[in-house]
Nanobody, 128 residues
């Protein structure tokens, strides 16, 4: 069992960058796919990005594609979300989640129900 722990959130001006980290507590992410989701005030939580357990497949939402990169360190202890050209609409709590379920289709890794282990979230605020 693994417990994701997020860090790296903060306040940044529009156009700036942040790198979020998701550390594996209690285990490493070997055998787990890891996703980043976000929840803006008054909105439902939505998918942002994911990296499948193999580390070779990455997925991005349309709203973040081209501005973010998800990656994993070689020790499989930390997953990163590098976010560039941030916009005020990116303001949200960002959650990291892990799943040891296997699906052949990438699309399953864009839905919350696939993930069993969730972090507490880290706040990202982008000022205009």
């Amino acid at each position: 069992q693994v417990q994701p722990v997020e860090s790296g959130g903060g306040l940044v001006q529009a156009g700036g960058s942040l790198r979020l980290s998701c550390a594996a507590s209690g285990n490493n992410f070997g055998g787990y796919s890891v996703g980043w989701f976000r929840q803006a005030p008054g909105k439902d939580r939505e998918f942002g990005a994911a990296i499948r357990f193999s580390g070779t497949s990455t997925l991005y939402s349309d709203s973040l594609k081209g501005r973010v990169t998800i990656s994993r360190d070689s020790a499989k202890k930390t997953v990163y979300l590098q976010m560039n050209d941030l916009k005020p609409e990116d303001t949200a709590i960002y959650y990291c989640a892990a799943s040891n379920k296997y699906y052949s289709s990438d699309s399953y890794y864009t839905v919350e129900e696939t993930y069993d282990y969730w972090g507490q979230g880290t706040q990202v605020t982008v000022s205009s």
